[in-house]
């Protein structure tokens, strides 16, 4: 079992629609992050959060440390928000990241 | 500041044939980490360093890799030989130390033939 595993490995969704992305961890963290990778592109960090919730436009995460669980909405998704978004955790201690394999989202128009 | 600096973009290459990957990390960074993605195996941690110290090479696959980072804004991962099964995107990223953002490069592509 990987440490960290993300749902659904797939989503496809029309535009307008509310996104959510779910980030279950194994191990006790110091920080989550979320990245977002657009193909063919880099790789861009969106969030770092260790406890309870942050917005960015129409990007929220949220994490409940308890659970180990963590999950990235998007509200009113467009395709431009077709991507790849990535969690990755770093453990207590550490400075490496150990990264989920991923979901791949498409947003149709 | 520029971001992440990585060089070249798109390697080609025979098998057999040494390799050299080149990163530049944003000025300030303490930390500097090279990753490995592949569509099998996602994104893999293959070393890191901590001001110019290899700290983590516990992901460097075999004696083929290696990386050296010789001053604070330049580090390089080198295959030698090289295989078919080493083409993925290499990514450079740095970050400063303790609960902080890490910066990625925008990664080679390497293709091994």
């Known amino acids: 079992k990987n440490e960290v595993e993300q749902s659904p490995q797939n989503l496809t969704a029309q535009e307008g629609e509310f996104i959510t992305i779910n980030c279950s961890y194994s191990v006790g963290i110091s920080a989550l992050h979320w990245l977002q990778q657009h193909p063919g592109g880099g790789i861009v960090s969106l969030f770092m959060l260790s406890s309870g919730k942050k917005k960015h436009g129409r990007l929220i995460a949220t994490i409940n440390i308890q659970e180990k669980h963590s999950s990235l909405h998007i509200t009113a998704s467009h395709p431009r928000d077709s991507a790849v978004y990535i969690c990755a955790v770093r453990a207590w201690g550490a400075q490496k990241l150990v990264f989920g394999q991923g979901t791949r989202l498409t947003i149709n128009p | 500041d520029a971001g992440v600096i990585q060089s070249p973009r798109h390697e080609v290459t025979e098998m057999g044939q040494e390799v050299t990957l080149r990163c530049k990390p944003i000025?300030?960074?303490?930390?500097l980490f090279w990753y490995r993605q592949t569509m099998m195996r996602g994104l893999e941690l293959l070393i890191y360093?901590?001001?110019?110290?290899?700290?983590?090479d516990s992901g460097m696959p075999e004696d083929r890799f290696s990386a050296k980072m010789p001053n604070a804004s330049f580090s390089t991962l080198k295959i030698q030989p090289s295989e078919p099964r080493d083409s993925a995107v290499y990514f450079c990223?740095?970050?400063?130390?303790?609960?902080?953002?890490?910066?990625f490069g925008p990664g080679t592509r390497l293709t091994v033939t």
């Open positions: 990223a740095s970050s400063l130390r303790g609960p902080y953002e890490q910066y």
């Open positions: 360093f901590n001001n110019n110290v290899p700290i983590d």
């Open positions: 000025s300030g960074h303490d930390y």
